[in-house]
């Protein structure tokens, strides 16, 4: 069965800190991996991923693939207050399907 | 702008009365899908279209119709509503080939009593 496990299921850390969200996946005809911020509405996109190791990179946040271990983690560096919010990963197989994991929720506290 | 349009953002509803909520985007994206958001669940998805006069099952269609007659919308119709399908519902476009990305509306609140 399908599957995308995110890990961990929330985390509270202070403005400043540096954490990683994880994305673990089993997703047969694997096409591609989305990351998503989702604050008190509708989420809102920040990375695709195909190709394994390949880094993206957005101001403090950054991600990674790897396709052979399958998983995906999303860096944010430097964390603000800002960032409080729950972070989706999701992915794509061919077939036009979508799988989300269940989010991890971050706090950041002042 | 860009955007996906849900109506409404809020519905409290009884059980048994026929609701639709509706989904409209302005980008011409061919795929448009449904999902509902619970504690603990995530995000799982209902039905999606791929095109006009396409559309198809995902994880959790049970109770739930939904019609593409024109490219632009994407209604969800829930027939006989009940109290298990109190949740949070969110459309999503995407241009195809997908996996750049979901355009989501701002999600529907769905109260069932």
């Known amino acids: 069965e399908d599957k995308v496990v995110q890990s961990p299921l929330s985390l509270v850390v202070h403005e400043g800190d540096t954490v990683t969200l994880n994305c673990s996946y089993e997703?047969?005809?694997?096409?591609?991996l989305l990351w998503y911020k989702q604050e008190k509405k509708a989420p809102t996109f920040l990375f695709m991923l195909t190709s394994s190791g390949i880094e993206k990179k957005s101001g403090r946040l950054s991600s990674i693939l790897d396709k052979k271990e399958l998983f995906s983690i999303l860096n944010i560096t430097a964390t603000q207050t800002g960032d409080s919010a729950i972070y989706l990963c999701?992915?794509?197989?061919?077939?036009?399907?979508?799988?989300f994991g269940t989010g991890t929720s971050l706090t950041v506290i002042p | 702008e860009a955007q996906v349009t849900q109506n409404p953002r809020y519905l409290i509803t009884v059980t048994g009365k026929k609701l639709t909520v509706t989904c409209s985007q302005n980008m011409n994206h061919e795929y448009m899908s449904w999902y509902r958001q619970d504690p603990g669940l995530g995000l799982r998805q209902i039905y999606y279209s791929m095109n006009v006069e396409v559309t198809d099952k995902g994880d959790v269609p049970e109770g739930y119709k939904v019609s593409r007659k024109e490219k632009r919308n994407f209604p969800l119709i829930l027939e006989s509503p009940s109290p298990n399908q109190t949740s949070l519902y969110f459309c999503?476009?995407?241009?195809?080939?997908?996996?750049?990305?979901?355009?989501f509306g701002s999600g529907t609140r769905l109260t069932v009593v």
């Open positions: 999701a992915v794509v197989r061919s077939g036009n399907q979508f799988y």
């Open positions: 999503a476009s995407s241009i195809i080939p997908l996996g750049y990305g979901y355009t």
């Open positions: 997703v047969t005809n694997f096409r591609s």
